[in-house]
């Protein structure tokens, strides 16, 4: 997106952050996220932040699947479950961003969706990426860009930002909106 950046983690327990909502979780984490890094920041001195705007992007995503929110898998049985149910219905993301001026402390967020259709997944193919061990790190093990799933997508809707975790023209609204 052509921006210099900075990574910093969060540190919170994801999970004790619940909400029946899977917009309304996306949100609550994002927030959850932005509160904890600002309170890692707050520690500077003004001196030391430059006179360029300095924003916070904290995001997140669940993956809703036929009515429930999936979150990472954490266990090889429940990665299996998640990526075998693909073939039945569609993963619909759920992807949550805020954006923060840590110099004026206006703070925007949003959420987007998308939906992902996939071909039937082969047993080798759910064995393979379990094994690889990725699936354990996003939301739902949902992995359409990797070489093994990507042949299988069926269709989608919505922008492959969006399924990835950063959806580049909500992200790109609310930056506008707190300069």
Known sequence: ??????VMTADI???AI????PEDLVMAL??????AITSKIANLKAGEISSEPLLLITADQVVVHEGVIREKPSSEEEARLFIKGYSRAPACTVG?????????????????KAEVYFHPIPDDVIESLIKEGTVFKVAGGLLVEHPLTSPLVEAMVGSID?????PKDLTRALINEVL
């Not at 619940?18 to 909502?21: A, F, M, P």
């Not at 206006?106 to 987007?112: C, N």
């Open 1 to 6: 997106m052509g921006f210099n950046f900075t």
């Open 96 to 112: 949550s961003v805020m954006v923060t001026n840590l110099k004026t402390g206006l703070k925007k967020g949003g959420w987007d």
């Open 13 to 15: 327990d994801e999970r």
């Open 18 to 21: 619940r909400r029946e909502n």
């Open 30 to 35: 994002a927030e959850a996220k932005a509160e």
């Open 162 to 166: 969006s399924v990835m975790g950063l």
